[in-house]
C-alpha cells in the first residue's frame, strides 16, 4: 500500500521517474493522474507548501473546509463543491460576511494604493510584451505568474483598507482569479497542443508493452486529445487549489489508533453498564469499516458529524487533484482502510520484470522498486462503481469514489459551479478513455477484464456536448457560468485544443467563434453593461481590465499564429480577414481606454500596443492620441515612444497636422483695403513681433486668432523634430497659411512662419533631393514658401512704415514762431525755439519714414518678384489647390500694389505712382492677374488718378503724368 508519509509531491516523482526509467522521454513532459509522464516546470506549482501535515482540526461544518468567510467570490461559487451539502446540512448556512480586514475591505482608506497596484499591472504586462527575449509561452506564463502575484498583493494590503467599497474590489479580484486561471489555460493545454501537431509526424511505432502503465504510456504519446483533456482536468484541479490554498487554514487530526471515537466510547459505556438502551438498536454495535453498511445502523452522532465533514475534506481534496493527501488525511483521521480503497485506481507495473532506469539528472529522486499500482483495477472498479451508487453512503464519500472510477452521474451532485461540472466531464472522459484502451489490449499479467455495468458507457462524453450540456443546465449556477465572458473563452480555447476534426486537426471554427465573441463585446455600446451581466463585476475600471486581458490574448493568438497580424497578399480564408479585423478592433478598444487614462505613465504603453495594429490604422489611432498635446516636450516624448514601437513616425506627424486643419473654421477678416487714401480709418497689419506674442500667450481672442487657428498653427510643430520631415514642413504650412491668407488672416500665416525653422526651405530642397535624386518636383513647395514669405515681409514692412507714419509723426509747433512785436521777448524766444525743435523731429520723422518706405518698397518689389512663381499653377495637390491659388493671386497681388500706391502717394512721389500703370501694362504676369479681377485694376486705377489731380493741384510745372512741362521757346 502507499507509503502516506511521503509528501504529495515526492509521490507523484515516484510514480512519473518510474516511468521516466523505462521507456524514451516522452515527447511532452506531463504529469497525470495515472502516474504517466516526466516532472516538467509547471510541477512546483502542485508542491505541498504546508509540509506532509494536513491540518483540519478546529475547522467549522458550514463547508468541507471549515471556513468562515465570503464565498461568494463570484456569482458561480455560492453553490460550489466548497458550500454546505444541501442533502446532509439542509439547516446549515455558510457566513458570508467578511470580517472589516479581510479580503472585502479593499479599498477605502488607502484608494491610492489599490491605483497604484492597477498601475502596476498594467506596466508589468507592457513588459512582457516589450520583451524580445520572452517566447510566446514564455510571455504566457510570466502574464499567469503577474496575474497571481497581484492577487496575492490585494490580500496582503487587505487589512489597511476599509470595507466601503468591498463589493467592488472582490469583483476585481474574481475577476483576477479567472484571468490567471486563463493564462493557466492557454500556456499549459495550448503549447501541448500545438507543440504535438508539429511533432506528430516524429512519432515512432513501436510494440505495446504488457503493463498497464506502459501502454497507456503509449495512449498519451499518441492520443493529443487524450493527452489535452487531462490538462483540463489539471488546469481545473490547479484553479481550485489556488481558491482552497487561499481559504483554508487546516489543523491535524491527531492520530487516531482507532476512528469513530465517540460511537466507541458508547458501546464501551453500554457494556460496562449491562444493559441495552434504545440507541443501541440504531447505534452499530461493531467498530469495522463496513458495520454501518452491513448491519445498516448509524454511528454516535458526533462521529456522524466527523464523518460528514471529513468526506467534504476528502472530496475537496481529490477535486483539487492532490489524492495523496486526501489519502494522507484519512490516515490521520484513523481510517487508513479507506485510504487504502482509494488506491485502486493506480496503474500496474512490475518493475522487478520490466525495471525502469533513472536518468542521471534526476538527482534526489527515490526509486520505486517492486510492483506498483493495482493489478486488479478493473475488478476494483466494478466495486468502486457500486459503491458510488449506493444512496445509503455519505454523498461526498459517494463523489470521492465516482470521481475515481469515472462515475459522471453521482460525481455531478455534488457539483455546483461550472468549474466543478466541467471538471467532471473532462476527468470522466479521460478516465473512460484510459478504462477503453485498457480493456482493448491483452495484457500478460491478467485474463479477460470484468465486464462493467451498461449504464456506464452509455452517455458518451463529447468535448463539444459537454459545453453545450453546460450552457443547458437546469442548475441555475452552472447555466449562469457557462455565459460568463471569461468561462465563455476559457470553452473555446478548450474546445481548439480537445475538440479534434477527422483529420486529426484542432477546429479553427473554435478560435474564429472566439474572436466574434470579442468582437461583439467591445464593439457592443453597453459593453460595461453586458459584462455586468455575463461576468462578475462591471464599470469603466473593469472594462478597462477585461480589454487589457482581451488585448493580449489577441497579441498572443498572433504570435501563435491562430490569427493573422498583417494583410497578406493570399489569405488563406475569408475567416483570417476577418479575424485580422476583429483583432484589430479588440486592440484598439484597449489602446482607446489607455487614451482616456491621460495619464503620463501610459503613453508609453499606448505606443506599443498601437503598433499591433495594421499600417492605416497605426496612424489614425496614434494621431487621436498625440493630437492635443500642446508642450513641446511631450511631442518629441512620444515621438520617441512611436519610433521605438516601429511605428512610421513621419506619416503620423503628418497625419497630425492634417486632422488638425480640418478641425474648425478659418475666421474670415474683411478688413478695409488698407491702400485707400480716403477718410476711411486704416486697420493696420500686425507686426511678425506682435503675432509671435500672440501666438505664445494663446490668449482667447488674441489679435484674431481664434482657438482652432492657434491648434492650426501649433500642429506645424509636429514637422520640425525630426530633419526628414521638413519637406512635408513646408507643404503643410504652405496649405496652413494659404487657408489663412485666404481668410485675410495675416497673422495667422506670420506664427505659421514663426513655427518653421529659418533654414527650413534650404534643408527642405536638401532632404528631397537626397530622397528623391531631383528636387525638381518640390520645386512648386519652395516657391511658394518663398512667395508667401516675401509677401509677409512685404505686408510687415507695411506695418511698420504705417504705424510709424501715423503714430509717431511730430505734432506742435507747426506755424513758426509768434510775432509779439516785441511785447514779450521772452516769450517769442520759447516759441521759436519750439518751432525749431518741432522742425528737427520732423526732420527726423521724415527721414525715418522714407528709410521705412525704401525697405517697403524693396521688399515689395521682391515679393512681386515672388509671387510669379508662387502663383504658376502647378496642380500638385489637385483641383484645391490650383483654385486656392487663384483666388489668392486675385487678391494678394493687387493688396501689394494697393500698399505700395499707399506708401508712394503718402511719401509726395505721385510721378512714381503713375509709373505703376506702365509697370502693370509691361508686365506679362501683372497683365494676366488683373485681366482676371478687373475690379481690383479698377480700384488701383482710381488711386493712381487720385496721385495725378494731386500732381495737377501740387506740381503745376508738371503734366498729369508727372513728367516736366516743356517750355515753349520765344519766337
Not at 465570503?70 to 442533502?87: F, H, L, P, R
Not at 516601429?646 to 478688413?671: A, M
Request: glycine share 6%; with cysteine; hydrophobic share 40%.
Amino acid at each position: 500500500m502507499e507509503d502516506f508519509n511521503v509528501s504529495p509531491a515526492q509521490q507523484r516523482t515516484q510514480y512519473m521517474s518510474s516511468y521516466a526509467r523505462s521507456a524514451p522521454r516522452a515527447a511532452h513532459p506531463l504529469r497525470n493522474a495515472y502516474g504517466v509522464g516526466e516532472v516538467d516546470s509547471y510541477m512546483s506549482h502542485y508542491e505541498d507548501t504546508d509540509g506532509d501535515d494536513f491540518n483540519v482540526s478546529g475547522l467549522g461544518s458550514t463547508n468541507p473546509f471549515g471556513f468562515r468567510g465570503n464565498t461568494s467570490i463570484n456569482n458561480t461559487q455560492d453553490n460550489s463543491i466548497y458550500g454546505a451539502d444541501k442533502e446532509e446540512d439542509a439547516g446549515a448556512e455558510a457566513d458570508l460576511s467578511m470580517m472589516d480586514t479581510g479580503i472585502g475591505g479593499i479599498v477605502g482608506r488607502h484608494p491610492g494604493s489599490i491605483h497604484s497596484l492597477k498601475a502596476e499591472l498594467t506596466s508589468n504586462f507592457w513588459s512582457v510584451l516589450r520583451d524580445p527575449r520572452e517566447t510566446r509561452f514564455d510571455s504566457a506564463e510570466k502574464l499567469f505568474n503577474i496575474v497571481k502575484d497581484h492577487i496575492q498583493e490585494l490580500g496582503k494590503r487587505a487589512p489597511l483598507l476599509a470595507k466601503s467599497k468591498r463589493d467592488e474590489v472582490v469583483r476585481d479580484i474574481a475577476r483576477l482569479k479567472q484571468e490567471r486561471n486563463t493564462w493557466r489555460l492557454v500556456f499549459t493545454v495550448l503549447r501541448d497542443r500545438l507543440d504535438s501537431s508539429q511533432e506528430m509526424d516524429m512519432m515512432e511505432d513501436f510494440d505495446f508493452s504488457r503493463t498497464d502503465k506502459e501502454v497507456i504510456a503509449d495512449l498519451y504519446r499518441t492520443d493529443a486529445q487524450l493527452r489535452q483533456s487531462h490538462l483540463v482536468v489539471e488546469w481545473l484541479e490547479e484553479s481550485a487549489g489556488f481558491e482552497f490554498d487561499e481559504f483554508i487554514d487546516a489543523a491535524n487530526y491527531e492520530s487516531a489508533d482507532v476512528c469513530w471515537r465517540s460511537t466507541l466510547d458508547t458501546l464501551v459505556s453500554r457494556r460496562g453498564k449491562g444493559r441495552v438502551d434504545l440507541d443501541a438498536r440504531t447505534t452499530v454495535c461493531t467498530l469495522d469499516p463496513d458495520a454501518p453498511l452491513r448491519t445498516g445502523t448509524a454511528l454516535a452522532e458526533q462521529d456522524h458529524e466527523d464523518e460528514t465533514r471529513l468526506m467534504r475534506k476528502v472530496f475537496a481534496l481529490v477535486r483539487i487533484g492532490d489524492v495523496n493527501r486526501a489519502q494522507r488525511l484519512c490516515a490521520q483521521a484513523g481510517q487508513p482502510w479507506r485510504a487504502a480503497t482509494m488506491e485502486g485506481w493506480r496503474l500496474w507495473h512490475d518493475h522487478t520484470a520490466k525495471p525502469l532506469i533513472a536518468d542521471d539528472d534526476d538527482e534526489g529522486v527515490e526509486v520505486v522498486r517492486g510492483h506498483e499500482g493495482n493489478a486488479l483495477r478493473d475488478v476494483w472498479k466494478e466495486n468502486c462503481l457500486h459503491l458510488s451508487n449506493d444512496e445509503s453512503i455519505l454523498l461526498h464519500e459517494r463523489a470521492v469514489y465516482a470521481a475515481l472510477c469515472g462515475n459522471l452521474g453521482q460525481l455531478l451532485r455534488v457539483c455546483h459551479s461550472w468549474e466543478d461540472a466541467l471538471w467532471a466531464h473532462f476527468r470522466v472522459l479521460v478516465d473512460r478513455t484510459v478504462d477503453q484502451r485498457l480493456r482493448e489490449v491483452p495484457i500478460e499479467h491478467r485474463g479477460a477484464p470484468v465486464a462493467l455495468p451498461e449504464w456506464y458507457n452509455d452517455t458518451a462524453v463529447d468535448p463539444a456536448g459537454v459545453f453545450e450540456e453546460l450552457q443547458a443546465s437546469v442548475m441555475e449556477s452552472i447555466a449562469n457560468g457557462a455565459n460568463e465572458a471569461l468561462h465563455r473563452i476559457q470553452a473555446w480555447v478548450i474546445l481548439y485544443c480537445v475538440d479534434v476534426a477527422a483529420d486529426g486537426s484542432s477546429q479553427q471554427k473554435h478560435i474564429n467563434a472566439l474572436m466574434e465573441y470579442l468582437h461583439e463585446l467591445v464593439t457592443t455600446p453597453d459593453f460595461d453593461v453586458t459584462l455586468n451581466t455575463t461576468t462578475v463585476g462591471g464599470g469603466d475600471a473593469t472594462v478597462a481590465e477585461y480589454l487589457r486581458l482581451f488585448a493580449h490574448l489577441v497579441i498572443f493568438f498572433r504570435d501563435l499564429g491562430l490569427i493573422p497580424r498583417r494583410e497578406a497578399p493570399m489569405m488563406r480564408n475569408e475567416n483570417d480577414r476577418r479575424n485580422l479585423l476583429i483583432g484589430n478592433d479588440v486592440v484598439r478598444a484597449y489602446v482607446g481606454r489607455l487614451i482616456e487614462e491621460k495619464s503620463e505613465t501610459t503613453y508609453e504603453y499606448v505606443a506599443m500596443y498601437t503598433a499591433e495594429l495594421d499600417p492605416e490604422s497605426q496612424i489614425s489611432c496614434y494621431t487621436a492620441f498625440v493630437c492635443d498635446f500642446a508642450d513641446t516636450a511631450l511631442r518629441k516624448q512620444c515621438l520617441q515612444y512611436a519610433e521605438e514601437a516601429g511605428l512610421d513616425v513621419s506619416q503620423i506627424t503628418k497625419s497630425v497636422v492634417e486632422t488638425i486643419r480640418r478641425q474648425g473654421t478659418f475666421v474670415d477678416r474683411d478688413d478695409t483695403m488698407v491702400g485707400s487714401v480716403s477718410t476711411t480709418p486704416h486697420r493696420p497689419v500686425p507686426t511678425a513681433a506682435a503675432a509671435n506674442q500672440s501666438f505664445q500667450t494663446l490668449g482667447p481672442g488674441a489679435v484674431g486668432l481664434n482657438e482652432a487657428d492657434r491648434k492650426r498653427i501649433q500642429s506645424i510643430e509636429w514637422l520640425t523634430f525630426h530633419r526628414t520631415d521638413r519637406p512635408e514642413a513646408l507643404m503643410q504650412s504652405n496649405h496652413v497659411m494659404r487657408e489663412f491668407l485666404a481668410a485675410r488672416n495675416l497673422e495667422g500665416a506670420q506664427a505659421v512662419l514663426l513655427k518653421l525653422p529659418n533654414d527650413s526651405d534650404i534643408v527642405a530642397e536638401a532632404v528631397y533631393a537626397d530622397k528623391h535624386g531631383s528636387a525638381m518636383p518640390f520645386a512648386s513647395v519652395l516657391a511658394e514658401h518663398r512667395g508667401i514669405r516675401s509677401y509677409v515681409e512685404a505686408n510687415d514692412a507695411f506695418d511698420a512704415w504705417f504705424r510709424y507714419a501715423t503714430e509717431e509723426r511730430p505734432t506742435g509747433g507747426e506755424g513758426g514762431p509768434v510775432d509779439h512785436t516785441g511785447t514779450d521777448v521772452q516769450r517769442f524766444l520759447q516759441s521759436e525755439a519750439e518751432h525749431v525743435a518741432h522742425e528737427r523731429r520732423h526732420a527726423r520723422w521724415l527721414e525715418q519714414c522714407n528709410r521705412l518706405a525704401e525697405d517697403f518698397d524693396f521688399k515689395t518689389k521682391m515679393a512681386l518678384v515672388n509671387a510669379q512663381p508662387w502663383f504658376d499653377i502647378i496642380d500638385i495637390d489637385g483641383d484645391e489647390r490650383a483654385e486656392q491659388l487663384r483666388a489668392l493671386r486675385g487678391q494678394c497681388v493687387p493688396q501689394l500694389l494697393r500698399n505700395r500706391h499707399r506708401v508712394l502717394h503718402d511719401s509726395g512721389l505721385y510721378s512714381e505712382c503713375i509709373q505703376m500703370a506702365v509697370h502693370i501694362a509691361d508686365d506679362p504676369f501683372l497683365v494676366e492677374v488683373f485681366t482676371e479681377c478687373r475690379d481690383e485694376l479698377r480700384a488701383l486705377l482710381k488711386l493712381i488718378r487720385e496721385s495725378s489731380l494731386r500732381i495737377l493741384e501740387n506740381q503745376p510745372q508738371n503734366d498729369p503724368f508727372g513728367f516736366p512741362i516743356a517750355q515753349s521757346e520765344p519766337m
